[in-house]
């Protein structure tokens, strides 16, 4: 049996969350055993815990906007060498031996030292693609084609912004999102939420769906449809997630 470490940036339930607990949780539990090592608390953790899938907690950092200066810069690299050698020291005190590391998302950097450190494959699952800055783009892009054994991609535009950037092709594999029917599905009943967003039923609906953040696009999205709502009294526009701790501003310039 195989055991994988899973490293992710958080413990939500937005995309690259979701994606991780139904790939942890479709394993071929006979062939390979997951260890899912999260650097905060959250609903993640719990649905991962109702899949019977082991989860512990490590604060260990993420690579965020916040760290983007001389004092978080510095503060990341100590951070970043104790807590991933906290994680060794957790597997150690278990007795986990790891044979491959799967690091879910560009913002998670300890699969480079745990892979060092325990000689193991390290797989990078890629879901973004990161612009700006464009120092940092280079950094992780490098980070990656040197360090990933192979780079899991979600989509072709994914690989090729990687290959653009430097990244070997031979090192990327697209493996598309998964969709599960039962839940996106047309026959799933919704008027619940004309109620609940208290809108009548025969509008036109346009939405936008993610983590506020100022790569997502959602000033782009109200700048493209806003003036619009002035020509259509039927139009309504939704922006639906939140932002990150500590930038909830975000949610107040866009009201």
Same mark, same amino acid.
């Given at each position: 049996?195989?055991?994988?470490?899973?490293?992710?940036?958080?413990?939500?339930?937005?995309?690259?969350?979701?994606?991780?607990?139904?790939?942890?949780?479709?394993?071929?539990?006979?062939?390979?055993?997951?260890?899912?090592?999260?650097?905060?608390?959250?609903?993640?953790?719990?649905?991962?815990?109702?899949?019977?899938?082991?989860?512990?907690?490590?604060?260990?950092?993420?690579?965020?906007?916040?760290?983007?200066?001389?004092? /978080? &810069?510095?503060?990341? @690299?100590?951070?970043? $060498?104790? *807590? +991933?050698?906290?994680?060794? #020291?957790?597997?150690?005190?278990?007795?986990?031996?790891?044979?491959?590391?799967?690091?879910?998302?560009?913002?998670?950097?300890?699969?480079?030292?745990?892979?060092?450190?325990?000689?193991?494959?390290?797989?990078?699952?890629?879901?973004?693609?990161?612009?700006?800055?464009?120092?940092?783009?280079?950094?992780?892009?490098?980070?990656?084609?040197?360090?990933?054994?192979?780079?899991?991609?979600?989509?072709?535009?994914?690989?090729?912004?990687?290959?653009?950037?430097?990244?070997?092709?031979?090192?990327?594999?697209?493996?598309?999102? /998964? &969709?599960?029917?039962? @839940?996106?599905?047309? $026959?799933? *009943? +919704?008027?619940?939420?004309? #109620?609940?967003?208290?809108?009548?039923?025969?509008?036109?609906?346009?939405?936008?769906?993610?983590?506020?953040?100022?790569?997502?696009?959602?000033?782009?999205?109200?700048?493209?449809?806003?003036?619009?709502?002035?020509?259509?009294?039927?139009?309504?526009?939704?922006?639906?997630?939140?932002?990150?701790?500590?930038?909830?501003?975000?949610?107040?310039?866009?009201?």
């Amino acid at each position: 049996m195989k055991t994988i470490l899973y490293l992710h940036a958080g413990a939500e339930m937005y995309g690259a969350d979701k994606i991780l607990l139904e790939l942890v949780s479709g394993l071929d539990k006979t062939k390979f055993r997951p260890i899912v090592i999260l650097p905060t608390d959250g609903v993640l953790r719990k649905k991962l815990e109702e899949e019977n899938i082991f989860v512990h907690v490590i604060s260990y950092p993420i690579l965020r906007r916040k760290y983007f200066n001389p004092k /978080g &810069i510095a503060d990341y @690299i100590s951070n970043y $060498k104790s *807590k +991933s050698d906290d994680i060794i #020291k957790f597997l150690d005190k278990n007795d986990i031996k790891i044979d491959l590391i799967h690091v879910n998302t560009l913002a998670v950097l300890e699969g480079i030292r745990l892979k060092n450190k325990l000689d193991v494959p390290l797989y990078w699952h890629i879901h973004e693609i990161i612009t700006h800055p464009k120092i940092i783009n280079k950094f992780l892009c490098w980070c990656v084609n040197h360090y990933a054994d192979r780079a899991i991609v979600v989509s072709g535009p994914v690989k090729q912004h990687l290959i653009n950037s430097g990244v070997n092709a031979n090192k990327i594999k697209v493996i598309h999102n /998964g &969709i599960d029917s039962d @839940i996106f599905s047309p $026959k799933v *009943k +919704s008027n619940y939420l004309y #109620k609940e967003w208290n809108i009548p039923q025969n509008t036109i609906k346009v939405g936008m769906i993610g983590r506020v953040n100022n790569w997502k696009g959602q000033e782009d999205f109200l700048d493209s449809l806003a003036p619009l709502l002035n020509e259509f009294d039927n139009l309504y526009l939704f922006i639906v997630g939140s932002a990150f701790k500590g930038q909830e501003w975000r949610i107040d310039d866009l009201k």
